[in-house]
Each structure stands twice: as C-alpha cells, then as structure tokens.
C-alpha cells in the first residue's frame, strides 16, 4: 500500500510540476489534488526537497526507458537522433527550462545534485551513442568520443540557456534540429552521410 501511495505522490507531483511550476508545489496544494493528509506526504518524503529529488530522478528513469526502447527500434544511432527530433516540441523544452531554472533558483542544492551532479552520468551514455555509432560503421572510427560528448554536453546547455538570444529568433526544435543535423554530419562516415541525407529528403517531402 506504501509503494502505490508513494508513487501516486510521485506522479501527481511531476504533473503539477510541468503544468504550473515550482510554486505551484506547495505541499498544502499537493496534498489537497491527491486527497492525503500532508502527514501522509511527510511519511513518504523527508521534505519537499526529498520530493522533488524523486520526482526528478523518477523522470530521467522514464527517459532512459523510452531511450533504452528507441535503440531497440533504430537501425541505427543516426536514425535515433532523428526519432527523437520527430518528438520535440517547443511546449515540453519550454517547460523543462523553466523547471530547471526554478529549481536553481528556489532548490539549489537539489540543482547540484540531479543537474550538476549527474551530467558525468549522462557524460558515459552518449560515450556509448558514440561508440554504437562508430560499431555500427556511421561515425568515422578516428572519431575522438570524449570530445564529441563534451561539446554536445556543452553545445545542449547553451540551446537550454535562457540568455541564448536565438530563443527569441527561432524555435527550440529548430535549433535543435539544425545543431543535430550539422553535428551529426561532422561525426558521419560516407555509409553515416548517405543516411543523413535520406532521412532529410524523406523529412523534405512529408512538408511539402
């Protein structure tokens, strides 16, 4: 009974989350769309920083499933990036910013942890994208993965950068898109290009 209590608080909390914010968080609030006492959320989570550090940890869980079950579907690493391109939409990377600065802002210590902290993880998994890639001969073999890694790390925290200017320009899948097409290219064998360019023709059409 705990565990179906807990997770029904997890995930009330992560739609409360995205839909209005950190303030919305409020324990009174939460307690009042679940229907428990506030004791009940206190028995389960030490604190609200507890809370959202499941919450957040909870999320990237799902994350690596829906990865996990993406590279089960994909011919390969390339066709991925483009999978995961045809799922973007400006509301959800809206949201997700906005979520990541409030929670620097109000929960820093919760920042470091699950932003800060984990980005060595996150590091090790493109590591691995890179390394597919090359196994399944798109990505060149002198392909340097730490380097590639380091500046898609760095390259996707600038896109997420609310100071970034050409927020206000274009869209974020757009520059998603246009960044994953120019970087992906650069990693390409002939066999990696030869894939990029179908896949961008076949995307060409279906607009037309």
Do not use: W
């Not at 097409?181 to 607009?207: A, E, M, N, P, W």
Request: include cysteine; charge should be positive.
């Amino acid at each position: 009974m705990n565990c179906d209590v807990k997770q029904h608080i997890l995930s009330e909390t992560a739609q409360l989350l995205f839909s209005y914010g950190i303030k919305a968080m409020t324990m009174d609030e939460l307690a009042k769309r679940i229907g428990v006492s506030k004791r009940t959320i206190y028995e389960q989570f030490e604190d609200k920083d507890a809370l959202l550090t499941a919450v957040l940890r909870h999320y990237k869980q799902e994350q690596r499933k829906r990865l996990n079950k993406s590279l089960e579907g994909s011919s390969t690493v390339i066709h991925l990036f483009s999978q995961f391109l045809n799922h973007l939409e400006s509301a959800t990377f809206s949201k997700i910013i906005q979520l990541r600065d409030e929670i620097k802002r109000y929960h820093p210590a919760v920042y470091q942890t699950e932003f800060c902290h984990s980005q060595e993880k996150e590091f090790g998994e493109l590591k691995k994208l890179f390394q597919l890639g090359i196994k399944q001969g798109v990505f060149r073999k002198n392909l340097h993965v730490d380097i590639a890694a380091t500046l898609y790390q760095a390259s996707m925290q600038h896109l997420f950068d609310n100071e970034n200017k050409m927020q206000q320009r274009y869209s974020l899948e757009k520059m998603f898109e246009a960044y994953l097409h120019i970087f992906v290219r650069g990693c390409c064998t002939s066999k990696g290009l030869q894939i990029v360019d179908r896949i961008y023709k076949s995307k060409i059409k279906k607009s037309i």
